[in-house]
């Protein structure tokens, strides 16, 4: 039984193996001559052609010049007679005549000259001809011709290591070609995987900034209704995290509003390079006037106070939000730029500053929910 295995083995091996070498001589050249020609240049190429012919018909016509026709006994009279019928014959008639004859007889060498051109192996074959006369079997063939780099000969290289098993060398480069087409395919997949968790993470970042817009929306609509209702005061200004507000006052600045700290902010800090050191809202404080009034720092691990000066009417004040390094949104809102872009968020805080510093100006300061004097906005 062994013995039958090994037979048919043999057998596989011979008839496949010399199958693929045959496919290679007939059809390789085929392929090649296909993928060098042009398609749109067969009409052209068809024209021409029979040219060549003509070349062979007057080499021809010499030959057959140097007979002298007119010594033959049959050939001699009918060539007289045929002279006498073509003198009688217009000579405009025997030219257009000819042009026709000649015409008709290089159409049909066109024809003929066609036909070989979609022949497969023929020496004047052509692929655009081909594809315009014979467009079943040229969709047939088309498979193979945008294939570029694959011919039967790369195929029997490939496959004859594994018909000769016994060759260790020619199998181990097959090995080693498979492991690197796996590696390569592998290495692709860590690709795309790394762009997907990427698109993701993009998406998930995105969609929480979108979360914090509308909270943001939500907390600034609530404030207006509150201002339509003449009680609007600091207390809302919250919207984004803890925050204090400092007038500056000379070589000084003073805390004026406090709402959701620890309260150890200090009520006034001198203006002096120590504390400029120390505090983000004495450092924007002593900034020149033409430059970005921004700053932040770090008053122990984990909390973050950013400072932002503003022109509020008569005074100057310095905003400070409070918050913990793990308060995504006020991080997002105050100190990102990569999605939101936080000067908008500081021209809100600051927009409402003037508002209320305007309302205190005119002696209109926020009444405090509850107030009999509240009137409700109509909010539909």
């Known amino acids: ?122 020496v004047n074959f052509h692929i655009g001809a081909f594809k315009a006369k014979r467009p079943m079997e040229y969709k047939l ?20 290591p594994i018909f000769n098993p016994n060759e260790g060398v020619a199998v181990k480069s097959v090995i080693e070609y498979t492991k690197g087409h796996v590696d390569a395919i592998r290495s692709e997949n860590e690709q795309f995987r790394s762009a997907r968790d990427f ?23 609530k404030s207006l209704y509150r201002l339509v209702n003449d009680c609007m005061n600091f207390y809302e200004l919250d919207f984004v995290c803890a925050y204090t507000i400092y007038r500056v006052d000379g070589d000084v600045i003073r805390k004026i509003q406090d709402k959701g700290t620890t309260g150890a902010s200090p009520d006034t800090i001198a203006l002096t390079e120590v504390n400029a050191n120390r505090y983000a809202s004495v450092y924007v404080a002593m900034l020149p006037e033409d430059e970005d009034g921004f700053s932040y720092n770090n008053p122990f691990p984990g909390r973050t106070v950013a400072s932002y000066r503003m022109r509020v009417l008569d005074q100057t004040w310095i905003w400070n939000f409070h918050f913990d390094d ?25 927009a409402f500053c003037l508002v209320l510093r305007k309302r205190e100006i005119e002696g209109r300061e926020g009444i405090h929910d509850g107030s009999s004097t509240s009137q409700a906005a109509n909010q539909n």
């Open 1 to 122: 039984m062994g013995n039958v295995v090994i037979y048919l083995h043999d057998e596989t091996k011979i008839n496949y193996h010399s199958f693929i070498s045959e496919l290679k001589s007939v059809f390789d050249p085929i392929l090649l001559t296909m993928r060098s020609q042009d398609a749109s240049m067969w009409r052209g190429q068809a024209w021409r052609g029979p040219l060549q012919s003509f070349k062979g018909l007057i080499r021809s016509a010499g030959v057959l010049g140097k007979i002298g026709w007119g010594s033959l006994p049959i050939v001699g009279p009918g060539l007289l007679i045929a002279g006498g019928l073509i003198a009688t014959i217009p000579v405009w008639l025997i030219a257009f005549l000819t042009v026709s004859i000649l015409f008709l007889v290089y159409f049909i060498m066109v024809m003929s000259y066609t036909k070989e051109m979609t022949t497969i192996g023929h």
């Open 141 to 160: 063939w088309a498979t193979f011709l945008y294939k570029q780099n694959a011919n039967f000969e790369g195929l029997l290289n490939f496959i004859t």
């Open 199 to 221: 698109l993701q993470a993009e998406v998930e970042k995105h969609e929480q900034a979108i979360g914090y817009l509308i909270d943001l929306i939500k907390a600034i609509n």
């Open 326 to 350: 793990s308060n995504d949104k006020a991080l997002k809102l105050t100190l990102s730029n990569d999605i939101i872009e936080i000067r908008e968020v500081y021209r809100l805080v600051h």
